[in-house]
Structure formats: structure tokens, C-alpha cells
């Protein structure tokens, strides 16, 4: 095996896991972070499980004018169960924008 390949290997080890966790396919196609609320359901479908909480964007606490009023931040967290045979998936929305996807276990 050359150099060439070695190194290729490596970089393509580092950089698909952040790739994929990116990432969800879905049945109706993938779903990227950035992507809004309504394109994950359009793809995914209905979540068996959605939760929103609205928190305090905690950025804003560390400007010097601590009496300066702070935004309001809603998280929408969506779990998808895919089945048995199919690991299921946590989506966070912040705002209406997709911001992250975890992976979790196999379902029901």
C-alpha cells in the first residue's frame, strides 16, 4: 500500500463519523442538520416522541451588561423509533433549524 493510500485512509477515517452524524436517512430521503422542522417530518414522518422547551440563550449572560435582556432559545427534540431491526434517532431542532442528530439504540 502507498503513502497516498495510508494518508487517504486516515483522512477518510477523521472525517465520515462527523459526516454521517450529520446526516439521517429517512424513507423519504435524507435529512441534513440545517434542514426545518417540516422537511425532517416531510422525510421521517411523525416522531414517536417530540418534546419543546424554551431556554434562555446563555451567550447573551456573558455580555458585559448583565441587566441587558436575554433571547429566548426553543428546542424541539424529536425521537424517531425505526423499528426492531434499526437503530433509532434523536433529532434537536433550535429554533426550527436542525442543529444536531444523535444515534441511539435499536427500537421496538
Not at 454521517?20 to 421521517?44: F, M, N, P, S, Y
Not at 428546542?75 to 429554533?95: E, H, I, P, S
Request: neutral net charge.
Amino acid at each position: 500500500m502507498s503513502l497516498n493510500h495510508v494518508l487517504l485512509s486516515v483522512l477518510l477515517a477523521a472525517v465520515l463519523p462527523s459526516a454521517l452524524a450529520d446526516t439521517l436517512r429517512c424513507a423519504g430521503g435524507l435529512v441534513h442538520t440545517g434542514d426545518v422542522k417540516q422537511i425532517a417530518r416531510a422525510k421521517c414522518g411523525e416522531p414517536a416522541s417530540q418534546d419543546r422547551y424554551e431556554v434562555t440563550d446563555d451567550t447573551q449572560a456573558q455580555r458585559q451588561d448583565a441587566s441587558a435582556p436575554r433571547d429566548v432559545v426553543v428546542k424541539d427534540v424529536w425521537v424517531y423509533d425505526f423499528g426492531r431491526d434499526k437503530l433509532g434517532a434523536q433529532l434537536t431542532f433550535v429554533n426550527g433549524k436542525l442543529k444536531q442528530i444523535d444515534t441511539l439504540g435499536y427500537g421496538h
